[in-house]
């Protein structure tokens, strides 16, 4: 089990592919949370050092509303890196193998993930990992999307597992390109294909055909249970295999939703992200007070701060502790390399 000072670890909720998932007890401030820890066989210097940087990554996307916030972060008693969010009861992946979302939950769900995956890539942040398993909802029913720039911890190695690959675009999965803005959106495209049909658009689980399904876009592309033709384009664009026909950008393919929902006369689904280095301008009805970002340059944001972000010192004391955590590897590479000469020299 997991201990890190201040929690108590209750179960497991969960693992993925470098992970586990956990839910705890924070002693200060009192409540219940999820925490996830790098498994101890994926600890590498490589490893801990992409952490803290994905760490510096999330702490720049703000507090968009539709992206899960973390709360803490640093290394457990046994050196796990690890980070706390907030504990969410529903998650998408499992919410679908009950029921799937009909049209006006689908339309909100993708113009909000559209919303959040909007604000990173204007940050210049990917996903790389957008799959109903990192989206839930909050207690309060909000959509949240999770695990931000993770997957980049473990890049190459987690690739090589088959898990994600399901939701992966055929140019990364065939390693001709690197994961771009592009392969986030047909990400999405995927995503929403399962959230409207319960399952994922690639049914097999052997990895080479699975690869040279996803590689010829080869899949049900008719997906019946009542969706609207308009809804499919949607997904049948933004998963074409081909980049040049692929939506660009995610602002067309959020646009689009919001086209559909307009036409069916559904309400309106808030957006956060319209203009990220001015004043953003908020869709829908009710208020949303946007965190006040001081813009230094155009690349480089500085964002206040609330008591549930990592602050800069807390990730100077991140990077600290993993300073730490190396020299303390090489001490006990010392120690045990003085032990093997010192108990050689006594043999001989
Ligand atoms: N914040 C959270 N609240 C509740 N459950 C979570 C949370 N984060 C992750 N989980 C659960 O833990 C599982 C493992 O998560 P993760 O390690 O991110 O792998 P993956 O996203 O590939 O499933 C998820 O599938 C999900 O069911
Ligand atoms: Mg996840």
Redesign the pocket.
């Known amino acids: 089990m997991l201990t890190i000072a201040g929690y108590t670890a209750i179960r497991k909720?969960?693992?993925?592919?470098?992970?586990?998932?956990y839910?705890c007890r924070q002693e200060n401030p009192s409540r219940m949370v999820?925490v996830?820890a790098i498994k101890s066989e994926m600890l590498q210097d490589k490893v801990l050092n992409l952490f803290v940087k994905e760490i510096k990554l999330l702490a720049q996307l703000g507090d968009h509303p539709h992206i899960?916030k973390v709360y803490d972060s640093g290394l457990s008693l046994n050196g796990r890196p690890y980070c706390a969010?907030?504990?969410?009861?529903r998650?998408l992946?499992?919410v679908i193998k009950r029921q799937v979302l009909d049209t006006a939950q689908l339309l909100d769900v993708g113009i909000s993930l559209c919303d959040a995956v909007k604000l990173s890539h204007d940050a210049g942040i990917l996903h790389r990992?957008i799959?109903p398993?990192?989206l839930?909802y909050s207690s309060y029913g909000q959509l949240l999307l999770?695990?931000f720039g993770?997957a980049r911890v473990l890049d190459d190695d987690y690739f090589s597992t088959a898990?994600?690959k399901h939701w992966s675009a055929p140019e990364v999965v065939s390693r001709k390109s690197e994961a771009t803005k592009q392969s986030d959106i047909y990400s999405i495209g995927t995503t929403l294909y399962a959230l409207c049909t319960g399952h994922n658009p690639f049914a097999e689980d052997d990895t080479r055909k699975l690869q040279s399904s996803i590689i010829n876009g080869k899949y049900d592309k008719t997906i019946t249970s009542g969706i609207p033709v308009s809804i499919r384009n949607i997904i049948n664009k933004a998963m074409n295999k081909n980049i040049d026909i692929r939506y660009k950008a995610v602002s067309e393919i959020l646009e689009d939703l919001q086209k559909v929902q307009v036409s069916l006369g559904l309400p309106p689904t808030k957006t956060y992200t319209d203009d990220l280095y001015g004043h953003p301008q908020i869709h829908g009805t009710s208020e949303y007070s946007f965190p006040d970002y001081s813009v230094g340059t155009n690349t480089q944001r500085d964002y206040k701060t609330s008591s549930s972000r990592l602050s800069t010192a807390h990730i100077q004391e991140l990077e600290e502790q993993a300073e730490q955590v190396k020299k303390q590897k090489a001490i006990i590479v010392g120690l045990v390399v003085l032990l093997v000469i010192f108990t050689g020299a006594l043999l001989f």
Request: glycine share 10%; with cysteine; hydrophobic share 40%.
């Open positions: 909720i969960g693992t993925g592919g470098f992970a586990d998932v839910l999820a996830k899960m969010m907030e504990y969410c009861e998650v992946s499992n990992d799959k398993s990192n839930m999770s695990d993770i898990m994600s």
